[in-house]
């Protein structure tokens, strides 16, 4: 059974940083891109950023590029989303999910709010 686990959201003040973390298991995680989605308040799914199977191509949606930065370890089944310079507009659940759009197999979210 796939299975998702995200952890490391939480209430941070703008310009403050948060590291997601997203343990995987019921898959060969290190033969799948990853990705990272979002959904705030009343939104839709919106992605984010995506790696590869082999973690050395990344890509990010314009709005977090240069302040997000997507890994992972595919010793441990591990995803991760270190966020700095964090905005209100980065306000949401974030979930992992395995592949690509419509992300149809992800976990059930962490919650991030950033708010002074």
């Known amino acids: 059974q796939v299975q998702f686990v995200e952890s490391g959201g939480g209430l941070v003040q703008p310009g403050g940083s948060l590291r997601l973390s997203c343990a995987a298991s019921?898959?060969?995680?290190?033969?799948?891109?990853m990705s990272w989605v979002r959904q705030a308040p009343g939104k839709g799914l919106e992605w984010v950023s995506d790696i590869n199977s082999g973690g050395g191509i990344t890509s990010y949606t314009e709005s977090v590029k240069g302040r997000f930065t997507v890994s992972r370890d595919n010793t441990k089944n591990l995803l991760y989303l270190q966020m700095n310079n964090l905005l209100p507009e980065d306000t949401a659940v974030y979930y992992c999910a395995q592949g690509g759009k419509p992300w149809s197999l992800r976990g059930q979210g962490t919650q991030v709010t950033v708010s002074s």
């Open positions: 019921g898959f060969t995680f290190r033969a799948y891109l």
